[in-house]
Every structure is written in structure tokens, then in C-alpha cells.
């Protein structure tokens, strides 16, 4: 208990600084495994080849990669279900 209370101006910074960068990793997660954020994305990128903004091989090479993201979205939520 004595331990804890003279530890305190240094520990409790460490453990306030390991909350928020725990909450700021789930956010950041929760953004970069957002489904319907990706399957905008797609959307989007096939409006620009609509528009004609990018080229085919352009597209192709970014949908492979948003699609790519798709599937780790997936696996991600099934995994996050899982416990």
C-alpha cells in the first residue's frame, strides 16, 4: 500500500497513457475493419473508372487491394465473434 502510494506520481501517468493509447488502437481498428467503409471504397474507385479518372489497370490493381482488405475485414469481425 506504501509502495503504491509513493509509486503514484509516476505510475498512474503510465497506466492513463496505456488506457488512451488502448482506446485509440480499438478506434483505429474498428475503422480499418469497417466493412461498409471498404465496400464504399469500392464503390468510389468504380465511379472514378466510370468517370474515367483512372485507367483499367489502375482499377484492377486498387479493387485486388480493397478487396484484399474486404476479406481481413471478414476474418477480423468472424474472429472478434469468436470470443
Known amino acids: 500500500m506504501l509502495l503504491q ?3 503514484a506520481p509516476v ?3 503510465v497506466f492513463g497513457l496505456r488506457f488512451v ?3 485509440l488502437l480499438e478506434v483505429a481498428e474498428q475503422e480499418l475493419m469497417d466493412i461498409d467503409r471498404i465496400h464504399e471504397e469500392l464503390l468510389l474507385l468504380q465511379l472514378r473508372l ?3 479518372e483512372i485507367s ?3 482499377y484492377l490493381e486498387a479493387e485486388a487491394a480493397i ?3 474486404l ?3 471478414r476474418a477480423y469481425r468472424q474472429a472478434q ?3
Do not use: H, K
Open 5 to 7: 502510494l509513493l509509486t
Open 11 to 13: 505510475s498512474a501517468p
Open 21 to 23: 493509447l488502448q482506446r
Open 50 to 52: 466510370d468517370e474515367g
Open 56 to 58: 483499367e489497370e489502375e
Open 67 to 69: 478487396m484484399q482488405r
Open 71 to 73: 476479406r481481413e475485414a
Open 81 to 83: 465473434a469468436g470470443r
